[in-house]
């Protein structure tokens, strides 16, 4: 059976003048219109379309892909607020509708929100804010130190809220936040723990061994490429250490430690260097 609001591989079953019909299953037979029938397509060929509602709510085909499908999260633009709820573009000629019981906070034209896109209860393709409605917030299966994409959904006054591998939700605190973030910002994170509740903490630095022994190299290779001589120091300005390698002061000054007594540089007063 064709899935509302998704990429699928249809049939096609029957030519009229308007457009090819092409076997949905369950949900009856679905109009592919002519604007995007390609010209090869014949009887019985399978065609990859997205299917959805129209204006009419009837459903439809199109060779077009939206910027994002049932199940995912996106982060998309208001285009119209009326009576009813706000509608997003999502790269289809229909906005999206997200009703106002399913706004997280109020939405205003112009502005952008991410939003979890489902199917309601009459059919209709729909889009929410309120993320902890259809994300997990609790995990026992992330494991410290590993590697996930971020897309940053909120903020509070602990941090950003981001969703993880469009699954889950978890938080940067603000302890953690070592570069200016803005909503709908796609990332690579880290997961930091699992706190007792369950609840997950990321962090957007490599943790552990790994993550020193990532930056050491880079500190090294650094003095490489500059005659065996840096100005960063241990007494350098966060930001220009976060410019230059993208971690915290904190975890530089350790590493610098670790690689002094590894006897691989010499600390100056004003320079560090390669011996």
Known sequence: MAQIGQVNRLKVVKEVEFGLYLDGGDLGE???PNRYVPDSAKLGEKLEVFVYQDS???LVATSEKPLVSVGEVAFLKVNQVNRTGAFLDWGMPK???VPFAEQRVPMEEGRSYCVYVYVDSSGRIAASSKLSLFLKETNTDFKSGQEVSLLVASRSNLGYTAVINGTHLGLIHNSDILQPLRMG???KGYIKGIRPDLKINLTLQKQGREGREELAE???AHLAENQGRSTLTDKSSPEAIFKQYRVS???????LGQLYKARKIAIEPDHIALL
């Not at 002061?249 to 590493?255: G, P």
């Open 30 to 32: 679905i109009l592919l």
């Open 56 to 58: 009419q709510d009837r």
């Open 95 to 97: 906005d999206l509708l």
């Open 185 to 187: 910002q796609k990332m």
């Open 218 to 220: 880079q500190i090294l």
């Open 249 to 255: 002061k904190a975890r530089y000054k350790k590493t």
